[in-house]
């Protein structure tokens, strides 16, 4: 090969140019974790709330498909209470002040779902 050194060198450009987030984003270490407004109360959520920080949105989504796809509308949680699959009269009955709870951790991580293109937007409490 007659340009290797400069294919080398392009490489290893590219390489660096395309990995530059990823090692500013590690190297900032700026990320903080948002400060939640929880639900006031004894309220028990659906499953513990690791599982929810972690896999609420997967949740969401076999619910979605549960209900819609396969008429189930009930959800059993694993310590073994039922639910019923509903966005809006089970996790927003707790969870409605979508701006002190769901957006504060959404608009930190850059995420936005597509709930409300179904669903009522909930307003907060009156």
Not at 53 to 81: C, F, I, P
Not at 82 to 100: D, F, G
Not at 103 to 114: A, L
Request: a positive charge; aromatic letters at 12%; charged letters at 20%.
């Amino acid at each position: 090969m007659y340009n290797a050194k400069y294919v080398i060198a392009g490489i290893i450009v590219f390489v660096a140019l395309f990995s530059t987030p990823f090692w500013a984003g590690m190297l900032s270490g700026s990320y903080q974790r948002p400060e939640l407004v929880l639900p006031q109360g004894e309220k028990e959520c659906i499953e513990p709330a690791a599982f929810m920080r972690a896999e609420h949105m997967q949740l969401l989504n076999e619910w979605r498909d549960q209900a819609l796809r396969n008429e189930n509308r009930t959800y059993v949680a694993s310590n073994g209470k039922k639910w019923e699959i509903s966005l809006q009269n089970t996790c927003l009955k707790c969870h409605n002040q979508p701006a002190e709870f769901c957006d504060k951790c959404h608009i930190t991580n850059s995420v936005y779902p597509y709930c409300w293109t179904c669903h009522i937007e909930p307003k907060g409490k009156k």
